[in-house]
């Protein structure tokens, strides 16, 4: 039989924790959904003493989500376990994941305990996890420059506490395929209780050094039977193992994995542009299996190869992930069910007041063009349905710019009820908007980054526009679209300022 490998996905874990994807309860949520359809293994729903919200989105996923095991991470401590249980255990699947630092610089430095204390300190947690819940996962931090002879230690002695599956991660992303591979093949090799009780090895690998995906499947090839992973690799720093990656290279190389995940590989190309959107999070043109260049032939010589033979120079067809040609699909005589029909196709399940929403911005869009996409109700629905709560509404905004005249706008927002507005100059039109914008706010804004891209082909395309925001060190994202690039920037600004607003009123 084919060995399967499951897969534990941490995007809304591991991945939210990278700076500004943070992610309100409605789109953990969503993306949770999202990942049962992915048929995922486990869902890390998030870190339930990390705070109240994140206790309640963890709770709600549980409560929700049928068929993936839904799990909360708690650090080696009765608190924490006690909170991921209580958020965890309305799930049919409750999955406890607690970890201790096991390398020498973390124990002494951050942790100040001896090796010794570390054992004890995890056997005491695990046992305590088990009694709250029926599967507990330890995982190692930093084991990927931990001493292996302690990793034995350590491992053995949680499983006999009752942990069912034991993670081997490479925290700081520091290790290499072949060093990583050997340390697991060693780790199975000399715990005995791996084998004995069906334990399984789990495996996430950081990107610090491009090698996630490598490392984490040279620990597929080693025994490996987990992999922890992030959609588009989102997640601290350089980010997780990225799931697509690790998905495909198994199903597409089955010749050398002799092996298989159960992930729904078609609902890939979905996910990715969900958590893309949702998260503010762009994903570079030439990212490996969701990029937008992936599938994408500019060069004559492999356009001649493909045309005549798809093989030629493509390993796995587009339709594997989903991606389809951006049909249409909906114009301006579509109705309110025909759009319902076509997120549910498209896995968005709306409430009324919702669907409500993307139906008035529907209306709107395509009123102003023709043929609306997958991708401009990718957008629509990121935009108008999953927004914070807006402090600060765009009423109108009035540009003048040209070769020979300072540019200048004149913004009005609504706040409170009441209508203000302020004319700006600046170096150019979207400089003058946001000055305005700062003005009428009131905020000290630092702009880290502006980028502009169009949804779709054609001159009526929308603009889509992501801003990211940095105060005291967090960072905030928003975006905006419309087929005025000028209204998108101003959204895109108003979105990151209120969601800034909705942490620091
Ligand atoms: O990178 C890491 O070590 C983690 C653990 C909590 C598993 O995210
Ligand atoms: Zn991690």
Redesign the pocket.
Known sequence: MTRKILIFD?TLR?GEQCPGASLNPEEKLEIARTLAKLKVDVIEAGFAIASPGDFEGVKTIAQQIKGPAICS?ARCNKKDIQAASDAVKFSDRPYI?T?IATSPIHMEKKLRMTPDQVVETAVESVKFARSLCPYVEF?A??AGRSDPAFLYKIIAAVIEAGARTV?I?D?VGYTTPWIFGELIEKIIKNVPQIKEKGVIISV?C?NDLGLATANSLAAVMAGAGQV?CTVNGIG?RAGNASLEEVVMAIKTRKDIFKCETGIDTREIYKASRQVSNLTGLLVQPNKAVVGANAFAHEAGIHQAGVLRARETYEIMSPQDIGLTESRLVLGKHSGRHALADKLKDMGYQLSEENLEKAFTRFKELADKKKDLSDRDLEIIVAEEVYIVPETYMLESIDIKSGTHIQPSATVELVYKGEKISHTAIGAGPVDAVFKAIDALTKKKINLVDFTIQAITGGTDAQGEVTVRIKQADHIFVGHGASTDILIASAKAYLAAINRLLTVRP
Do not use: Y
Request: charged share 35%.
């Open positions: 941490t591991d991470l994941h970890f995982s931090e930093d993670n991660p925290t996430h950081h922890e601290e």
